[in-house]
């Protein structure tokens, strides 16, 4: 497949809760670590694609899952999803050594992160 999906998030509006049912319900591998703009929980699940938990960034927002599709050029995905009606919600955004990642919402408004690893 061209652009699989490679992480998902789930930005929570109760974090421990999440972790303790999520890590309960699928005994996953749960390792917090410290971002530099957050606190971040990295779901570890073995083979498969693993994802995290954070603080829903979204005041009044519910929590939701927030999958993310590997690009060759988060950039020039982000401008091209742009042009064919997707909204920017965060633009293209570094996390130091791993890669890049940018949010959009497709015409219909459902989210999707594109993510750019750092090691092409």
């Known amino acids: 497949m061209g652009n699989p999906f490679v992480h998902v998030e789930l930005m929570s509006t109760d974090v421990n809760r999440s972790k303790t049912f999520y890590g309960g319900l699928f005994n996953w591998e749960l390792e917090d670590i410290q971002l530099p703009e957050m606190a971040y929980t990295m779901i570890k699940v073995g083979d498969g694609t693993g994802g995290g ?40 955004t570094e996390v130091p050594d791993m890669g890049w990642f940018s949010i959009i919402a497709d015409p219909a408004g459902a989210m999707v992160g594109l993510w750019e690893n750092r090691s092409r």
């Open 53 to 92: 938990i954070l603080k829903n960034p979204i005041p009044g927002a519910p929590s939701s899952w927030l999958p993310y599709v590997l690009v060759e050029d988060v950039r020039q995905a982000t401008t091209k999803a742009k042009g064919l009606g997707a909204k920017v919600m965060k633009d293209v």
